[in-house]
T-cell receptor
Framework: QKEVEQDPGPLSVPEGAIVSLNCTYS??????FMWYRQYSRKGPELLMY????GNKEDGRFTAQVDKSSKYISLFIRDSQPSDSATYLC??????????????FGSGTQLTVLP | DGGITQSPKYLFRKEGQNVTLSCEQN?????MYWYRQDPGQGLRLIYY???????QKGDIAEGYSVSREKKESFPLTVTSAQKNPTAFYLC??????????????FGPGTRLTVL
């Protein structure tokens, strides 16, 4: 069983829809959570970063963490065709100040149709 | 213009050859990483380095080698011992101090194809 599970999709939604992307994890040592967006043939770019249970909002994006259920989500409001990309969740253990090893989900491919 | 650069963008290798992928950053980050991405498998860590002249194996280091002679540079060599090297290779870096130590910033990637 993988430490981080993510539905690969593909997921297609109409423009303006609310998108929900999810990851589950099995290791309770994970404390820091990130969402990356990756356009085709490009490197991932950091979208959201959070370390506490609850919601964190940034524009049209909301990251949600439920540590008791080991479940994280990314919501995209008013989705746009430019949001079409692969979304990767990533997480890491409590830091000791040294280089962090991120554990990634396999990514969900999202297409927003105009 | 700060960031991470990787070269070349596309690389073709014949069986039995070693090839070196370049990664340079001007973000003054201490830590650097190499990942491999295959379809449907997410990113897997090959090697990482916290400081110059020091590096650690990741989950899939076999068939790869790295060096860290300068803070800005972390080249990856894919050796002939790597049995299935065709993949998308991503370099990343992160600061060691401050609130953003957990976040890694990625380069544009190198797509390696074995002929």
């Amino acid at each position: 069983q993988k430490e981080v599970e993510q539905d690969p999709g593909p997921l297609s939604v109409p423009e303006g829809a609310i998108v929900s992307l999810n990851c589950t994890y099995s290791n309770s040592a994970f404390q820091y959570f990130m969402w990356y967006r990756q356009y085709s043939r490009k490197g991932p770019e950091l979208l959201m970063y959070t370390y506490s249970s609850g919601n964190k909002e940034d524009g049209r994006f909301t990251a949600q963490v439920d540590k008791s259920s080991k479940y994280i989500s990314l919501f995209i409001r008013d989705s746009q065709p430019s949001d079409s990309a692969t979304y990767l969740c990533a997480m890491t253990r409590i830091s000791s100040g040294s280089a962090r090893q991120l554990t990634f989900g396999s990514g969900t491919q999202l297409t927003v149709l105009p | 213009d700060g960031g991470i650069t990787q070269s070349p963008k596309y690389l073709f290798r014949k069986e039995g050859q070693n090839v070196t992928l370049s990664c340079e950053q001007n973000l003054n980050h201490d830590a650097m990483y190499w990942y491999r991405q295959d379809p449907g498998q997410g990113l897997r860590l090959i090697y990482y380095s916290q400081i110059v002249n020091d590096f650690q194996k990741g989950d899939i280091a076999e068939g790869y080698s790295v060096s860290r002679e300068k803070k800005e540079s972390f080249p990856l060599t894919v050796t002939s011992a790597q049995k299935n090297p065709t993949a998308f290779y991503l370099c990343a870096s992160s600061p060691q101090q401050g609130a953003s130590t957990d976040t890694q910033y990625f380069g544009p990637g190198t797509r390696l194809t074995v002929l």
